[in-house]
């Protein structure tokens, strides 16, 4: 009976919980800051940062007309993922010319988004970014069951939407270009980068 | 709460997580006891504690975290809630910090003891020098959560809960499990995934 009554006690403190939190948490709760509109904070010239869900992710990357997507989520406190973003971000840089398009999905709260617009401008990021919005397993079921959820996480899609790797934790440049190519490079030999079909 | 919010807004400057177990072992199975139970580790209270000495009467709750991660920022008030009434429930407890504080300076042994004051922590937290720990418990995250039985065999890893946001919440798994761990319930969700 005693095991019950601390049963009841944790139930209560599990209800408690949530309701307090609405007040005494550290980082704060104001959705002042997210009004759910595909736009920035702040300066004009900071990187559009929209909130995505993963089924609003999955058809982002559905309906993009891109040879291979590269999909990277991240966070800021993540040091592994602001250890490879620069890599992903050159590789953005040198293969966007041949059909590379690069999805960053950030996983901060709400809360964060000036920090990740600062980040991704830092990073010289000019085009839109993302931010996970919903629950976290929910995401993760969604968008990509064999994801643990681990942070970084990135996935390769080539132009039929098919993922072709997929892999948690830091990857070197060389790791990152590597993939891409392999799945970049069907294309080339189809129809090499410079090529005009004759018509 | 200045205090607090400062380390919190200098935390997520330095933007540094847990770098824990990136080549460790696989994540620890459901059924399996706790690896590397009697190492001890150096407690907040200046003495050492293992994981076998933090048992208590219903279980054992392990949760692998730290000063520095934007997860346990946002987890840390539900974090010292949970567990000091866990503990006083008679469920053993111990938080391990597996991080290097070379890499962030509040990861510190006196950042973790500053802390543990300011959240009023009544609980164990101890350092796991080497991460070894962690390793062997294959936890890639923080804050991650092992939980045994009075058998010592996991009966629930994963999350706290389902929402880093507060507001957000309807899945308190790991409350779920500890009240099913103490009544002798069949725990319903063994395993959660959080991103972290």
């Known amino acids: 009976m005693e095991g019950s009554d601390h049963v009841m006690n944790l139930g209560w403190v599990a209800r408690l919980a949530a309701v307090a939190l609405l007040t005494i948490s550290a980082i704060g709760c104001s959705a002042a ?27 982002i990357i559905g309906e993009s007309d891109a040879e291979v997507v590269l ?105 990152f270009e590597s993939r891409v190519l392999e799945v970049l490079k069907p294309s080339f030999e189809i129809n090499p980068p410079g090529t005009e079909e004759s018509s | 709460m200045k205090v607090t919010r400062a380390i919190v807004f200098a935390a997520l400057v330095v933007a540094l997580c847990a770098s824990v177990a990136s080549a460790g072992a696989d994540r620890l199975a459901i059924g399996q006891p706790a690896p590397m139970a009697d190492v001890v580790m150096k407690n907040i209270d200046g003495g050492e504690l293992s994981i076998t000495g933090a048992a208590g009467e219903y279980g054992t709750l392990v949760m692998f975290s730290c000063n520095s991660c934007g997860s346990v920022l946002a987890y840390q008030d539900r974090i010292a809630m949970y567990l000091n009434k866990f503990q006083e429930a008679g469920v053993g407890v111990i938080v391990i910090n597996p991080n290097d504080p070379a890499q962030a300076e509040v990861d510190s042994f006196e950042g973790m003891q500053q802390r543990a004051k300011e959240l009023g922590f009544e609980f164990p937290y101890v350092v796991d020098a080497t991460s070894d720990v962690a390793r062997a418990f294959g936890a890639t995250r923080t804050p991650e959560v092992f939980l045994f039985d009075a058998d010592g065999l996991l009966v629930y890893t994963g999350g706290i809960d389902d929402s880093k946001d507060p507001e957000q919440v309807t899945e308190t798994y790991m409350a779920d499990a500890v009240n099913a761990l103490i009544s002798g319930d069949e725990i319903a969700v063994k395993e959660s995934r959080s991103l972290g």
């Open chain 1, 71 to 175: 999909v990277n989520l991240w966070a800021t406190w993540c040091m592994p993922c602001r250890a490879e973003f620069p890599g992903i971000v050159r590789l953005y840089r040198t293969y966007q010319s041949q059909g590379l398009e690069v999805v960053f999905v950030s996983g901060d709260m709400k809360e964060d988004i000036p920090q990740v617009q600062k980040f991704l401008t830092d990073q010289g990021v000019d085009f839109p970014s993302y931010l996970k919005v919903g629950k976290d397993m929910e995401f993760i079921d969604t968008f990509y069951p064999e994801w643990s959820g681990l942070l970084p996480a990135t996935l390769i899609y080539d132009a039929h939407g098919t993922v072709q790797h997929f892999w948690e934790g830091e990857a070197s440049y060389e790791e």
């Open chain 1, 33 to 59: 800051t997210f009004s759910g509109a595909p736009q920035g904070v702040g300066a004009s010239a900071q990187v559009d940062v929209r909130p995505v869900s993963a089924s609003e992710l999955l058809e």
